[in-house]
């Protein structure tokens, strides 16, 4: 019997698996954001239909028939104008927004590690 990956195992479970799953997840959108893969922002258009076969961009799997595919888009302005498509798997989506947030919140830094800067910096008493 073959075994899954962990990436397609994520995917498969049900929402009230393993916290190391979660985990493995969030830190696979963190590096995609911080590799460029994806961009650290909300997309200009977003659609869904059923998978394409296309690799999802936050955890490398193919996004199948039998799942739901988000595809978002981006405006590329400067030297080479264009459009530039991603697509994700549902859950994928959720945890990169989330990530996207945390980055835009100051609550994650830019290498990934939570920030623990205090929000005041007025001198204490």
Request: aromatic share 4%.
């Amino acid at each position: 019997m073959a075994v899954k990956s962990t990436t397609r195992a994520l995917h498969d479970r049900s929402e009230t698996g393993n916290m190391n799953d979660e985990r493995a997840l969030h830190k696979k959108a963190r590096e995609a954001i911080q590799s460029g893969r994806l961009p650290a922002m909300k997309p200009r258009r977003t659609w869904g239909g059923p998978g394409s076969g296309t690799p999802c961009s936050v955890c490398g799997e193919p996004v199948t028939q039998a799942q739901m595919e988000l595809e978002i888009e981006y405006r590329r302005n400067g030297a080479t104008p264009g459009l530039d498509n991603y697509y994700l798997h549902i859950r994928c989506f959720a945890v990169w927004e989330c990530e996207i947030a945390h980055l835009a919140n100051g609550t994650i830094s830019s290498n990934g590690a939570p920030d623990l800067t205090p929000l005041s910096t007025a001198p204490s008493e």
